[in-house]
Nanobody, 125 residues
Framework: QVQLVESGGGLVQSGGSLRLSCAAS????????MGWFRQAPGEERDFVAA????????DYADAVKGRFTISRDNAKNTVYLQMNNLKPEDTAVYYC??????????????????WGKGTLVTVSS
């Protein structure tokens, strides 16, 4: 089973940028659809972004389109989330997710996934 470890979270001012990383171990993610979710205090965990095995197909939540970019480096077994023009409403714990042999659509649905433990992103106004 794949283990996922997120990093790169922190405190940033509104309008700033952060890049999150998700390092996988235990198995290759080169044949896994990957994604990012986030959970704000008192809220449910929501889909943020997803990417296919090869990186050729991506999907984003409407709230982050045009500001966030998901990418992957299969040689490094790592997935990234570049977050630009951050807003206070982006404050949340961000989780990495994997679906071996899965699709972007399966990531979006959010079931049957392997999860990391999350990294906190705080955006101050």
């Amino acid at each position: 089973q794949v283990q996922l470890v997120e990093s790169g979270g922190g405190l940033v001012q509104s309008g700033g940028s952060l890049r999150l990383s998700c390092a996988a171990s235990g198995r290759t993610i080169s044949n896994a659809a990957m994604g990012w979710f986030r959970q704000a205090p008192g809220e449910e965990r929501d889909f943020v972004a997803a990417i296919s095995w090869t990186g050729s197909n991506t999907d984003y939540a409407d709230a982050v389109k045009g500001r966030f970019t998901i990418s992957r480096d299969n040689a490094k077994n790592t997935v990234y989330l570049q977050m630009n023009n951050l807003k206070p409403e982006d404050t949340a714990v961000y989780y990495c997710a994997a679906h071996p042999w899965g699709t972007v659509a399966q990531i979006v649905v959010g079931t049957g996934l392997s999860w990391g433990k999350g990294t906190l992103v705080t955006v101050s106004s």
